[in-house]
């Protein structure tokens, strides 16, 4: 009878101890709210919309320990539309994330559908990450340093911290038979973040970009006939080959106060491949656009934040079949206040407003088209007002 507890209670011990080594954790934020949009299409818009302080979202982590420092990780992660309760991105189960991977005392490899590394070191500093939400991104996220872009089998791999310094580099299979470049994307980032200096840098390339890139958040086949991109700051540039982004930022934080700022050059490259995606601008060459971000955020209180944000977009001349598209120009305002009524929830207030001018990549009149609208503005100028809660768990 000894022997029986005995093995009992040994069995037990190394049952909890397995168990321990093991972890699966389900979370989630829900955000909601209330937006006014001064042109939206052409008229005034009061409307729901689910997910723009943070994507709503639910979702699994898990880590097992292997020993040695080895665990085994992996993340499942779904967005939703609180507003209708449908899936988001384009109603994938787990559109937002999906990798499993390894980590240790060097770093983590990763494989999945995963986000960018240009975005993982720049993008925490640009407003739109932080206060301003996702209605405060560049327009059009062009540069998709908010990450309103996933990239699909990709092997992603990410160092430790060295005294503030880390680095990372991703590479995406194209996975076409008899073509290894297509649909093939890459990137590579660095940083550092120690006390109260943050700065980042990236870079990524990604070949046939309206698929592989702007059209990959479908259950279905993206097609290469369409613009999978509703923005008209870049849509009509889709037929590019390759699609380049090259960014930095930092952020610089002094009592209360943060100033941040980010940079990035943006390269729609060898237009008029009509395998990638169509043309109907008859464009050729490639067309380049400059974005500069400064940012500014105060700490009121430990539960109150106000933060400015100022960005200007500017895209260089292209050769089209009319003639010469001079580019366009765009200038965007962000002003919010974030309250946070206990750590897991907050209520804020977001205001936008963006004037543009030039020629779009239509190559009609430039439009205002703030982010993560259902349609821009029928004029050069729009402006959005949100009042919004997001809880997490």
Request: proline share 2%; hydrophobic share 35%.
């Amino acid at each position: 009878m000894k022997k029986v507890l005995f093995s009992a209670a040994v069995f037990g011990t190394l049952a909890s101890a397995a168990h321990a080594q093991s972890s699966v954790t389900l979370y989630g934020i829900i955000d909601e709210g209330i937006n006014y949009n001064s042109n939206m299409n052409g008229s005034r818009s009061y409307a729901m919309q689910s997910g723009v302080s943070q994507g709503s979202r639910w979702g699994f982590k898990g880590v097992e320990d292997l020993g040695g420092g080895l665990k085994a990780i992996f993340t499942l992660e779904s967005g939703f539309d609180l507003s209708t309760g449908k899936l988001s991105q384009g109603g994938l189960e787990f559109g937002r994330q999906a990798f499993v991977g390894l980590s240790s005392q060097w770093g983590t490899v990763t494989l999945g559908r995963q986000y960018d590394v240009n975005a993982d070191f720049v993008g925490p500093v640009e407003a739109g990450s932080q206060w301003a939400g996702n209605i405060g991104a560049h327009p059009g996220d062009l540069d998709n340093l908010n990450n309103s872009f996933r990239t699909n089998n990709a092997i992603k791999l990410k160092s430790l911290s060295y005294g503030g310094f880390s680095f990372g580099g991703m590479y995406s299979l194209g996975g076409v038979a008899g073509d290894a470049t297509r649909n093939q994307a890459w990137s590579v980032g660095m940083g550092y973040n120690r006390g109260p200096l943050v700065l980042g840098a990236g870079y990524m390339t990604v070949h046939n970009s309206n698929v592989s890139f702007f059209g990959n958040a479908t259950s279905g086949t993206p097609s290469v006939t369409t613009a999978n991109s509703a923005y008209p700051i870049y849509s009509g540039f889709l037929s590019a080959r390759t699609y380049q982004v090259a960014s930095v930022g930092g952020a610089y934080s002094f009592g209360a106060s943060t100033l941040g700022f980010t940079y990035s050059n943006v390269a729609f490259k060898d237009l008029g491949d009509t395998s990638s995606g169509p043309n109907a601008s008859g464009y050729t060459g490639s067309v380049h656009f400059n974005n500069a971000e400064a940012n500014f955020k105060y700490q009121i209180t430990p539960a109150l934040l106000v933060g400015l944000a100022y960005d200007y977009t500017k895209s260089s001349s292209i050769s089209s079949a009319t003639g010469t598209n001079g580019g366009a120009t765009y200038h965007q305002g962000m002003a919010g206040a974030d309250y946070f009524l206990s750590k897991r929830t907050d209520v804020y207030l977001l205001g936008i407003y963006q004037k543009a001018s030039g020629t779009d990549s239509l190559d009609h009149a430039a439009v205002a088209s703030i982010n993560n609208q259902s349609s821009p503005s029928s004029n050069d100028h729009q402006a959005v007002v949100r009042v919004g809660i997001r809880h997490k768990f």
